[in-house]
């Protein structure tokens, strides 16, 4: 119980800092280097206390300067396609031109955002609720249908 509480500060703290580096950009695009070090204390935080982070988060910092993307204002953003079915976007870290691909597929489901990847979901339907046999008892017995045939004699 106590671990939670612990991960909840730290994650609490995660989400301070991001948003701090947000506001500090949104006010005043050239604090770069500020958010950069909201963004970099985020990070070690997140890497020293083996806390993952969400899919959302990662995606709007580069991963080179640990600078937060913001297209227009810190990043480029471009749309790209392979072929007629594959398209992407394509996000530029202005600082120090590390590219970011993220693909544009309106029916792909990330797997934090599927049912089965949340725990209480997990927990529900663990090993402990799966039926048992028909033909054992709760208390580990054979039933008397199935005994019965094992005791005929053959002749």
Known sequence: MAQNVKD??????????????HCVLTQNPENV??????????????????????PSVKRTLCKKCCSLLIPGVTATTRQRSKNRKCRFTV????SCGQG???LNNPDYCLWVDRPEAQLQHQMQSGPSTKSQPE????????????GTAKSSPST
């Open 8 to 21: 909840k500060e730290a994650y609490q703290r995660l989400n301070y800092l991001y948003q701090a580096a």
């Open 135 to 146: 033909d054992t008892k709760h208390d580990g017995s054979q039933s008397s249908k199935s």
């Open 33 to 54: 280097e500020l958010a950069r070090f909201y963004c970099f204390t985020q990070k070690t935080i997140a890497r020293r206390l083996v806390l993952r982070q969400d």
């Open 100 to 102: 970011k691909g993220l």
């Open 91 to 94: 996000m530029r870290c202005t």
